[in-house]
């Protein structure tokens, strides 16, 4: 498979994910393909994510059908008529994808684990195909939270915590990954968290 990635993910309460209390989580197994779970939204003008069944991925090696949840995964792609997956329009694109607001406890502690499975043109300096997932932290009247102070008044984008990034210097996987995030504290204010995952495809340059 060439340029097709895949996500599961679970959004988990407490400072370890292991006997920690599960607030959130999604093995993307009831929406019908290609609609995203209840109650996410994705800013995505290519529609290129979308939820997939593995039976759609006829032409893929068998490492990238043993989906962790079942039957269906998150994709930012499209699945082409011989079962391969590709996210190469020919243009450069971008889309996001996020949850749901879930509730969470001032100064609570929370993780985010989930699995992925990610192919990409690899370029050692990097700065392309950039896959990035982020919490968002917002107070009761929706305002966006800085992750660390709690000032509020911010735009979006000022007020993602990074949890996991990965570009084309990044090996592509031969297998699904697990990921599991560093602990991170709900700031003064919190009371709702989303969590993002965004991707962009930018074309390599030309060898010369």
């Given at each position: 498979?060439?340029?097709?990635?895949?996500?599961?993910?679970?959004?988990?309460?407490?400072?370890?994910?292991?006997?920690?209390?599960?607030?959130?989580?999604?093995?993307?197994?009831?929406?019908?393909?290609?609609?995203?779970p209840s109650?996410?939204?994705?800013?995505?003008?290519?529609?290129?994510?979308?939820?997939?069944?593995?039976?759609?991925?006829?032409?893929?090696?068998?490492?990238?059908?043993?989906?962790?949840?079942?039957?269906?995964?998150?994709?930012?792609?499209?699945?082409?008529?011989?079962?391969?997956?590709?996210?190469?329009?020919?243009?450069?694109?971008?889309?996001?994808?996020?949850?749901?607001?879930?509730?969470?406890?001032?100064?609570?502690?929370?993780?985010?684990?989930?699995?992925?499975?990610?192919?990409?043109?690899?370029?050692?300096?990097?700065?392309?195909?950039?896959?990035?997932?982020?919490?968002?932290?917002?107070?009761?009247?929706?305002?966006?939270?800085?992750?660390?102070?709690g000032e509020?008044?911010?735009?979006?984008?000022?007020?993602?915590?990074?949890?996991?990034?990965?570009d084309s210097?990044?090996?592509?996987?031969?297998?699904?990954?697990?990921?599991?995030?560093?602990?991170?504290?709900?700031?003064?204010?919190?009371?709702?968290?989303?969590?993002?995952?965004?991707?962009?495809?930018?074309?390599?340059?030309?060898?010369?």
């Amino acid at each position: 498979m060439r340029r097709a990635m895949g996500w599961l993910l679970a959004l988990v309460l407490g400072v370890g994910v292991f006997g920690a209390a599960q607030i959130y989580a999604e093995n993307f197994e009831t929406p019908s393909p290609p609609d995203l779970p209840s109650g996410w939204d994705s800013v995505d003008e290519e529609g290129l994510w979308k939820t997939v069944d593995k039976a759609q991925f006829s032409g893929e090696p068998a490492a990238v059908r043993n989906f962790p949840s079942g039957d269906q995964a998150l994709y930012y792609g499209n699945v082409l008529p011989n079962g391969t997956g590709s996210y190469d329009t020919g243009e450069r694109t971008k889309g996001c994808v996020r949850t749901g607001d879930q509730p969470v406890e001032e100064s609570g502690w929370y993780q985010v684990a989930f699995s992925y499975y990610r192919v990409v043109e690899e370029y050692a300096p990097g700065g392309y195909d950039k896959a990035t997932a982020y919490v968002v932290f917002q107070n009761d009247q929706e305002e966006f939270l800085n992750p660390t102070t709690g000032e509020a008044g911010l735009s979006e984008p000022e007020a993602r915590k990074v949890i996991f990034y990965r570009d084309s210097s990044h090996a592509s996987s031969t297998e699904w990954q697990e990921f599991v995030s560093d602990p991170f504290q709900a700031p003064t204010g919190a009371s709702q968290v989303y969590v993002a995952v965004s991707y962009t495809h930018l074309t390599l340059p030309t060898k010369r």
